[in-house]
Every structure is written in C-alpha cells, then in structure tokens.
C-alpha cells in the first residue's frame, strides 16, 4: 500500500511541475518577440549589409535579411 501512494504522489507533483513549465515557457515566448524588437540592429547602432561589405565588427543581431550581417562600426 505505501508504494502505491507513493507513486501517485509522485505522478501528481510530475504533473504539476510539467503545467508550471509550460506556463513558463509560455510567457518566455510571448515576451521574446518584445525582446528582439528592441535588441535590433539598428537599434544597437548597427547597419545591415553584405557580409563582404563590413569593414567594422559583424554581429548576427536579428532585423537583418538572410545573406546579411549587423555590421557594427567604431566611428557610428
């Protein structure tokens, strides 16, 4: 008899601590969205081209296109 309350015990905080992670990852994925909007790369300073083209230092910041990097230069 001990083992078998013991296992449902056990389901019941498994359970309760897959609802509290889903919950977290939840509210980490809708306020993500407002995160990279303000970490673009314009917004650190920076200047979307072609990866041949920056002569400063290339960071892959979001808001610029596929085959483009956040080019970050000392003199802007």
Do not use: H, P
Request: net charge neutral; proline share 0%.
């Amino acid at each position: 008899m001990q083992k078998k309350g013991l296992a449902i015990n056990m389901i019941i905080w498994l359970v309760l601590a897959l609802i509290v992670l889903v919950i977290m990852g939840f509210l980490i994925a809708r306020s993500s969205g407002e995160y990279t909007k303000g970490t673009s790369c314009e917004n650190t300073g920076g200047k979307c081209v072609k990866t041949t083209e920056c002569e400063g230092k290339k960071s892959f910041i979001a808001g610029c296109e596929k085959d483009e990097v956040c080019c970050i230069t000392e003199g802007d």
